[in-house]
């Protein structure tokens, strides 16, 4: 019932672009702070980007980002819909990999964890690059 589910990923060539979809079924999404993560095979798992929870605005909320990804990544959110967005341009092959959101009760931007290390709430969406 209660659920957050990825899409968008895909195969893109370098300097292409994708938009990652975070979709929230069963609770309003504007009330949590939401990251996404990425992962890549023999990798450890590492934090892409973050939106604060909504200001009341459909896009509301500061956002953080690694360095990797930096002026070529954005966060954002649809209120109306219900969903996170993360639009990646220019992507590299160095961005390959798995892409999950995640939130939880107690999580916040800038925590010293994630909420995937006590679960997830779903399968993540697969981005490759290559030529």
């Known amino acids: 019932q209660v659920q957050l589910v990825e899409s968008g990923g895909g195969l893109v060539q370098p300097g292409g672009s994708l938009r990652l979809s975070c979709a929230a079924s069963g609770f309003t999404l504007d009330y949590y702070d939401i990251g996404w993560y990425r992962q890549a095979p023999g990798k450890k798992r590492e934090e892409v980007s973050c939106?604060?929870?909504?200001?009341?605005?459909?896009?509301?909320?500061?956002?953080t980002y690694a360095d990797s990804v930096k002026g070529r990544f954005t966060i954002s959110r649809d209120k109306a819909k219900n969903t996170v967005y993360l639009q990646m341009n220019n992507l590299k092959p160095e961005d390959t990999g798995v892409y999950y959101c995640?939130?939880?009760?107690?999580?916040?931007?800038?925590?010293?964890?994630?909420?995937?290390?006590?679960?997830?709430w779903g399968q993540g969406t697969q981005v490759t690059v290559s030529s």
């Open positions: 939106i604060s929870k909504s200001d009341g605005s459909s896009s509301g909320g500061s956002t």
């Open positions: 995640a939130t939880d009760p107690l999580f916040s931007c800038g925590a010293t964890y994630s909420p995937l290390d006590f679960g997830s």
